[in-house]
Each structure stands twice: as C-alpha cells, then as structure tokens.
C-alpha cells in the first residue's frame, strides 16, 4: 500500500478518535474530587429548600403507605448524618413530621388514626450532589433510625 492510501485510512480514524477523546472530556470533565463532610453539610444547607421539596413530590407519588395522600410535612432541625454501611454512601436523615389524608373510596376513608401526625425521617442522600427518591423511615426520628439500624447505618 502506498503512503497516500494509509494516510486516506489513518487522517479519519485519528479524527474519530480526537472526537471520542473531546466528548468524554466534555462529559465526564476532572475526575471527581471527594468532599469532606463539612462540604456536605454546607451543599445541604444551601440546597435544603429545593430538596424538601423534591422529597415531598417524591414520596407523595410513591403509593405509600397505601389508601393514603401526602397532606404536610413539617420539617424539623433534627439531621443524623450517616454512612450507609454496605454501600458506603453518605445520608442525611432528616427530622419529619408528616400528615397524611384518607384517599376518597379508598381503605383508609373513615379509619380516625388517618388524622395523626407521623414521626419521621426523610432520607437524602449524596452522590456528587444531594438527591432524594422520596425514601422516608416512618415512626422513628433521625437519631431513633441510626439505633434502629445500626447494622447498616453509621455515625459519621
């Protein structure tokens, strides 16, 4: 093969791979830096509004508990931060106390405990930012949930 020929073969291909090299540069940027923990808590707080609410239209449209629609949620100072054992990820459980109402026609409709208040705690957690996927642990505060699975569960 003459030299024009390979370069007709290699000109494109360097191309390509100067394209797939720019594109995961774009994407994927520098390597993830870890955050400490004071971090963390800093990028919470500062984004504590807009994930209260993502956790309510989360947990609201999850089905659960079961005959029941998402009224309220009051939201409390309590925060447990926490490293979920098996996975490593970092976790906030956040001091909730939610009010629920009796879905019409539903199981629940004329039940009078539908009307309680609910304990709870609502569970972030943080994977280069905070998310939710509406995950609450009911009847148990932050501090009651790391105890209750402390298995699982660790202080951090």
């Known amino acids: 093969m003459e030299i024009e020929s390979w370069w007709c073969v290699l000109a494109p291909l360097a191309m390509i791979a100067a394209g797939v090299l720019l594109f995961y540069l774009y994407r994927v940027g520098k390597p993830h830096q870890p955050l400490d923990l004071a971090q963390m808590q ?10 209260q609410t993502a956790f309510f239209a989360a947990a609201s449209t999850s089905g659960k508990p079961r005959g029941l629609r998402w009224k309220n ?5 309590a925060i447990e931060w926490v490293r979920d054992k098996q ?5 906030a459980l956040v001091g909730v106390t939610i009010s629920f109402e009796a879905i019409e026609g539903g199981d629940m409709e004329g039940v009078e405990a539908v009307g309680n208040l609910r304990d709870a705690s ?14 609450v642990i009911f009847n148990l505060g932050p501090a009651e949930a790391v105890e209750h699975f402390k298995q699982g569960y660790e202080r951090i």
């Open 42 to 51: 800093a990028l919470f707080k500062d984004k504590r509004p807009e994930l």
């Open 73 to 77: 949620c009051q939201w409390h100072d």
């Open 87 to 91: 996975t490593g990820q970092t976790l």
């Open 122 to 135: 609502a569970v972030f957690f943080f994977d280069r930012e905070w998310r939710t996927a509406g995950r």
